[in-house]
């Protein structure tokens, strides 16, 4: 096996790096949406990894999305939802599923963050459980009318397209369920956003929808198909979910070491001390083993094999590990890691996102467990596979 990074995903990386510092760094402390960023972002071409030239993307695939992700969570954790919907789970979704005016109409203009994008699953009643969406989708003969209400939006009150998942009939469930395309600046779309805890710069927000509209061509596969879609573009949001979990493990880890060799307690520096040495050492395992599983994922993804059980693995895994390195971060630096004047106390809010979006911890467990014991697999038929849709010129 081959850890050693592709001279192409290296390259990428370095532009992120060198972005990263000029860019996202001297804003850090600035709460808030921060629109220029992901335009910026957008023409460096990081939400372009896995989408071939004709939509903007240079083909390097999904481990190099990963580690792009990583590497502006590590700086940013906000910023690391804009690769879900900025890459995975809006425009390859409809990149995917949907039929040639969708892709030619949308997937472009969110990969170069021209235009952004959000997906709609979550409803008051209805999160993990995605057989009780209660929004419906309607056949009005020459468009979609869509009713209902959806939360936990991320970019919803700032998104100019959206995938929203609704059912036609409720009556069957799973089979009932269907994704479109809707653009939102339209009559009956309406936003609100809602405060939390941490990702300040990851706006979320409730959307209420009354007859809006959508025309046909804008179903992404086929009425009762909606289920399908979901689970793919799940599996692929889990990417970039649990890479964003390992690069903020990692700022905990660099804003530790760092402290640990300045900070002097009792007339040493702590790093000395052997409950600080053993709290670090922690910590790298974490990160290390958290981002082995994470490549290893998106490497599978790369070469067409299935990798929802892996990438469930990694996302339960850093999701975790995320949790723990941000907590004993807050260890190593005793009281100044409760202080605003420190970077810490951010990364603690930021950390628990990571055990609940793209799917929570016990639904990961739930998922890892069926397939250990042999109840259900985990791993899904693969419907597409990266290499689909290289040659889209």
Same mark, same amino acid.
């Given at each position: 096996m081959n850890f050693e990074l592709s001279d192409e995903v290296k390259g990428i990386l370095d532009t992120a790096q060198r972005f990263v510092e000029k860019e996202i760094k001297p804003k850090a402390k600035e709460e808030g949406f921060k629109r220029d960023l992901v335009s910026k972002m957008g023409e460096l071409g990081f939400f372009g990894c896995a989408f071939p030239p004709r939509f903007g993307g240079s083909d390097s695939g999904f481990l190099a999305h990963s580690v792009v992700c990583e590497a502006?969570?590590?700086?940013?954790?906000?910023?690391?939802?804009?690769? #879900?919907?900025?890459?995975?789970?809006?425009?390859?979704?409809?990149? *995917?599923?949907? #039929?040639?005016?969708?892709?030619?109409?949308?997937?472009?203009?969110?990969?170069?963050?021209?235009?952004?994008?959000?997906?709609?699953?979550?409803?008051? #009643?209805?999160?993990?459980?995605?057989?009780?969406?209660?929004?419906r989708i309607e056949d009005k003969g020459d468009h979609f009318e869509i009713n209902g209400e959806k939360t936990w939006i991320s970019n919803g009150n700032v998104a100019d397209y959206a995938v929203v998942y609704g059912t036609f009939d409720r009556s069957k469930k799973y089979k009932g369920l269907c994704a479109v395309v809707v653009e939102t600046n339209q009559p009956g779309w309406t936003t609100r956003e809602t405060p939390k805890l941490g990702?300040?710069?990851?706006?979320?927000? *409730?959307?209420?929808?009354?007859?809006?509209?959508?025309?046909?061509?804008?179903?992404?596969?086929?009425?009762?198909?909606?289920?399908?879609?979901?689970?793919?573009?799940?599996?692929?949001?889990?990417?970039?979910?649990?890479?964003?979990?390992?690069?903020?493990?990692?700022?905990?880890?660099?804003?530790?070491?760092?402290?640990?060799?300045?900070?002097?307690?009792?007339?040493?520096?702590?790093?000395?001390?052997?409950?600080?040495?053993?709290?670090?050492?922690?910590?790298?395992?974490?990160?290390?083993?958290?981002?082995?599983?994470?490549?290893?994922?998106?490497?599978?993804?790369?070469?067409?094999?299935?990798?929802?059980?892996?990438?469930?693995?990694?996302?339960?895994?850093?999701?975790?590990?995320?949790?723990?390195?941000?907590?004993?971060?807050?260890?190593?630096?005793?009281?100044?890691?409760?202080?605003?004047?420190?970077?810490?106390?951010?990364?603690?809010?930021d950390s628990k996102l990571y055990q609940v979006g793209e799917g929570t911890v016990n639904i990961m467990r739930l998922l890892i467990a069926d397939d250990a014991l042999g109840v259900k697999n985990a791993n899904r038929p693969r419907l597409h596979v990266p290499s689909d849709f290289r040659e889209l010129e």
């Open positions: 502006i969570s590590r700086a940013d954790s906000g910023l690391r939802a804009l690769f #879900n919907l900025q890459a995975m789970t809006v425009p390859y979704t409809m990149m *995917e599923w949907g #039929n040639d005016t969708v892709k030619n109409k949308y997937v472009a203009d969110l990969v170069s963050g021209k235009k952004l994008g959000c997906t709609c699953f979550s409803e008051p #009643n209805a999160g993990s459980d995605l057989a009780s969406i209660e929004t990702d300040k710069s990851s706006p979320i927000a *409730e959307i209420h929808m009354e007859n809006v509209r959508a025309p046909k061509e804008n179903l992404l596969g086929k009425m009762g198909q909606g289920f399908v879609v979901a689970m793919t573009a799940l599996d692929r949001g889990r990417i970039s979910v649990s890479s964003g979990a390992v690069g903020l493990a990692q700022a905990c880890l660099d804003a530790s070491i760092t402290y640990a060799n300045q900070r002097v307690a009792f007339g040493k520096l702590i790093r000395d001390y052997q409950m600080v040495k053993a709290t670090i050492a922690e910590m790298v395992a974490q990160v290390e083993a958290a981002r082995l599983l994470v490549r290893k994922a998106a490497w599978l993804n790369d070469q067409g094999l299935p990798f929802s059980r892996e990438i469930a693995i990694a996302k339960y895994f850093a999701g975790e590990a995320v949790v723990k390195c941000a907590g004993m971060a807050m260890e190593v630096h005793g009281g100044m890691g409760y202080s605003l004047e420190m970077p810490v106390e951010k990364y603690y809010r």
